[in-house]
Nanobody, 117 residues
Framework: QVQLVESGGGLVQPGGSLKLSCAVS????????MGWYRQAPGKQRELVAG?????LNYADSVKDRFTISRDNAKSVYLQMNSLKPEDTAVYYC?????????????WGQGTQVTVSS
């Protein structure tokens, strides 16, 4: 059974950095598209960084501060620098995974990022 396990969230001061990880457990064939989303209290979930069809895209609010990447195994990352209080949210990874049987989207459980002094 495929699952996504997120880690790396926490409390950080404004201007600080965090690196979020999203690890895939279970047997898969490939990871296709991927993205990191966030949801702040009272707001809709929004895409902050993604790789779709091999193309990178970032929300304007995080450009030049956040970087999405992946390794050659089964992990996807979000490096977040120069964090601001408005970056506070629960962050979710979303991967389009080919299990060899089916192609579908999977979501991580979410990890809290709080930016505060």
């Amino acid at each position: 059974q495929v699952q996504l396990v997120e880690s790396g969230g926490g409390l950080v001061q404004p201007g600080g950095s965090l690196k979020l990880s999203c690890a895939v457990s279970g047997s898969i064939f490939s990871i296709n598209d991927m993205g990191w989303y966030r949801q702040a209290p009272g707001k809709q979930r929004e895409l902050v960084a993604g790789i779709t069809g091999g193309r990178l895209n970032y929300a304007d609010s995080v450009k030049d501060r956040f970087t999405i990447s992946r390794d050659n195994a089964k992990s996807v990352y979000l490096q977040m620098n120069s964090l601001k209080p408005e970056d506070t949210a629960v962050y979710y990874c979303n991967l389009q995974i080919n299990t060899g049987v089916v192609l579908r989207d999977y979501w991580g459980q979410g990890t809290q990022v709080t930016v505060s002094s």
